[in-house]
């Protein structure tokens, strides 16, 4: 059986806590993988005293938008020793926006295309990246994001069911994603909240300066996928909001263009009903309507969407059921789990 070496990392955005996205793009698919018999793996993180003999006994190293020099060690390591490696990219890694606090990794770049160079195979999570990241990398493998639906709901599962008082959920790792619709969003949040005080506003991710103007507002750290997942879907949220910058953030458009739309996947696995900016990766995967609410970035088109899913029980009750149905039927980690098998043989 093939034996898989996670690589686990630092977040780029965060210090001191662990990347989301090896979670997300990772884990989660050798899990999938893991459980229906098809290999063996563990993650270790770059920094542990057993990560050099973790790469020892794997056949497949994968890494996820690494840019350490240990990382580089154990790269260089498993390809001296016949490993294969995998190196995934979720996004824009050759720059960052200043809202973020991977602008901070600008030094690193040298190192990621050093990483990149020594792989065997690189993988990419949306064509977007794919066809950027050719500048790079002559064959970009496109693995599509994925949810292991069931390991944490069940179709029909407490579909419907709504927390009293109602909670909205919102969920944000770095600063916020926004620059020049920020004080938009904040002052939208407030009216809404203001006409609504019974309501909570859930917010799970990193802390952002922003956030102590909204006293409606209940603060959870970032916690590790699978916990965040469960708090979703046991949560009962009404609704959830995801706001992206557009191009109205001229330097962070192209950024954010490259990213994925994984709040969507989440909240509908989670079956929770989803208000998200109309952006270009929502646009790709919402149908406004239908499986999520599509919003411009204007303060009246906020409110009124916030209104609107407030309002209207029947439509969360559709949005809820047709998200779900289309994340597991279009959006299931078994096509994950499928190029991402391809990419650890020596056909990829």
């Not at 060690?73 to 606090?101: C, H, K, M, N, Q």
């Not at 979703?232 to 458009?253: C, R």
Request: charged content about 20%; hydrophobic content about 45%; proline content about 4%.
């Amino acid at each position: 059986m093939k034996k898989v070496l996670a690589l686990q990392r630092q977040s780029h955005v965060a210090a001191g806590v662990p990347s989301l996205s090896v979670a997300a793009r990772i884990t989660e698919v050798l899990g999938y993988m893991e459980s229906r018999g098809e290999l063996t793996y563990t993650a270790i993180s770059e920094n542990d005293e057993c990560a050099a003999a973790g790469v020892d006994w794997a056949d497949v190293l994968i890494l996820s938008k690494h840019s350490s020099r240990k990382a580089l060690e154990l790269v260089r390591r498993a390809r001296a020793r016949g490993v294969r490696v995998i190196y995934d990219i979720d996004d824009w890694i050759f720059s960052f926006p200043t809202y973020s606090g991977g602008a901070a990794h600008r030094d690193k770049l040298e190192m990621i295309h050093e990483l990149i160079a020594l792989s065997n195979v690189v993988t990419v999570a949306n064509p977007t990246l794919e066809r950027k990241v050719r500048e790079y990398v002559s064959a970009p493998l496109l693995v599509p994001n994925g949810m292991w639906v069931e390991r944490y709901v069940h179709s029909g599962a407490r579909a419907g069911e709504e927390a009293a008082p109602p909670r909205i959920v919102f969920t944000n790792a770095d600063f916020l994603k926004m620059q020049a619709a920020k004080d938009m969003l904040l002052t939208a949040l407030q009216v809404f909240f203001l006409r609504h005080p019974d309501y909570v506003l859930d917010f799970y991710g990193d802390p952002f300066p922003e956030m102590f103007s909204l006293p409606f507002l209940h603060f959870t750290n970032r916690m590790p996928y699978t916990d965040y997942m469960r708090a979703l879907v046991s949560g009962s949220y009404q609704f959830a909001i995801t706001p992206l910058g557009g191009d109205e953030d001229a330097e962070a458009a192209e950024f954010n263009a490259c990213k994925n739309p994984f709040k969507y996947l989440n909240y509908g696995a989670a079956q929770v009903p989803g208000i998200y900016s109309h952006v270009s990766i929502y646009e790709g995967s919402v149908a406004d309507g239908r499986t999520g609410m599509l919003v411009e970035n204007d303060f009246h088109a906020w409110v009124n969407a916030l209104e609107a899913m407030a309002d209207d029980a029947s439509l969360r009750r559709s949005i809820r059921r047709d998200a779900f149905a289309d994340v597991v039927e279009h959006h299931h980690v078994s096509a994950s789990a499928a190029v991402l098998g391809r990419a650890m043989s020596e056909l990829a």
